[in-house]
């Protein structure tokens, strides 16, 4: 019987003391307390963007005009053309960062046979060569394995010709 009284007793307090708790004041907000919330917003928060104009950029496009038509003018006398043939590939990686540093160690040991960068999810491939029979990737495969690519192979690829002037 003692327990009980004692539980409900406890209970009685925690009742009493739930209803006689203060309620929590909220501050009232006077100029002082306004102008403090002003100076303390971000100042990007308070930017109409509608309002926002773009800024004028001078740009001097003689520059341009002349690089961009040497370029057309340099594409247009190139009669390069695409076709099936064969390319060494020296390495597929998944790691970018391998990829690149065997594309500029390629470039240098094979740089007039080209190096080609390609990416096809989610390899990268470095293959070199442009070679229209398969004899010709052969001997580009036997050199590219005395070289340091020991797991190098020929694949089929589209390739650039240059025809014979």
Known sequence: MRP?????????????NGCVTPAVKRPVQTESTAEWQAETLDYDELIDPTLLTEPTWEIDESDYLHELEANLEDLSSRQDSLVFGYRVQL???????????????????????????????PLYRIRVGNCPDRKSAGRLLQRSRALGYPRAWIVQSLILTTPAE
């Open 91 to 121: 390495v597929a990686t998944r790691d970018l960062i391998e990829a690149q540093e065997i594309q500029q160690r390629a470039l240098l040991l094979f740089g007039s046979a080209g190096v080609y960068y390609e990416y096809d999810p």
């Open 4 to 16: 009980l009284i004692v539980w409900l007793i406890l209970l009685l307090l925690l009742l009493l």
